[in-house]
T-cell receptor
């Protein structure tokens, strides 16, 4: 049982390049989330999904796109990377939205855009 | 206005002593949940404790307890008998409502435990 995994762990991009971050969970969770963490800040929600085939915008969605074609995977895309997107990206998943069910987090992806 | 406020950027505590990390929140939704996560220097997010808005009693999980004062909108984390391994960033987070699950995080408190 791997929990939540993220690929890659580290990446350096040049401005204007594109990339996709992959999040996978093996807990059959319905809900999945993408957050970013910047120095001195807590995590901020980028996009989330309440089930296979659904996505919605979070607090800071600009410059990112997501897809949830399979229940276990949640992809985060950067079409044209900018230095402001240098951050640590965390994926999380949860069984249900409410109650005491916590979100399980992946190990994070450290992205640097030069 | 910030929805989650953690006013202590950094805290020091002596090993084996108790420490309180402050968290205040702001919401008009009657149904919400409050979470605390620990982030060690290795970077992973570790769930510690949960308090629901309708819970009558303060949550406890081992050495962690949550001092929930609903009228004051505060949800402070108390760590008893601090250990060196407790040195980490601690984040308070809130989920508003029950339908989406999104968490709103505070900026965190860096706790350092001194031997």
């Amino acid at each position: 049982n791997a929990g939540v995994t993220q690929t890659p762990k580290f990446r350096v991009l040049k401005t204007g390049q594109s990339m996709t971050l992959l999040c996978a969970q093996d807990m059959n969770h319905e809900y999945m989330y993408w957050y970013r963490q910047d120095p001195g800040m807590g995590l901020r929600l980028i996009h989330y999904s309440v089930g296979e085939g659904t996505t919605a915008k979070g607090e800071v969605p600009d410059g990112y796109n997501v897809s949830r074609l399979k229940k276990q995977n949640f992809l985060l895309g950067l079409e044209s990377a900018a230095p402001s997107q240098t951050s640590v990206y965390f994926c999380a998943s949860s069984w249900v939205a409410g109650g005491s069910y916590e979100q399980y987090f992946g190990p994070g992806t450290r992205l640097t855009v030069t | 206005a910030q929805k989650i406020t953690q006013t202590q950027p950094g805290m020091f505590v002596q090993e084996k002593e108790a420490v309180t990390l402050d968290c205040t929140y702001d919401t008009s939704d009657p149904s919400y949940g409050l979470f605390w996560y620990k982030q060690p220097s290795s970077g992973e997010m570790i769930f510690l404790i949960y308090q629901g808005s309708y819970d009558q009693q303060n949550a406890t999980e081992g050495r962690y307890s949550l001092n929930f004062q609903k009228a004051r909108k505060s949800a402070n984390l108390v760590i008893s008998a601090s250990q060196l391994g407790d040195s980490a960033m601690y984040f308070c987070a809130m989920r508003e409502g029950e339908s989406q699950g999104n968490l709103i995080f505070g900026k965190g408190t860096k706790l350092s435990v001194k031997p």
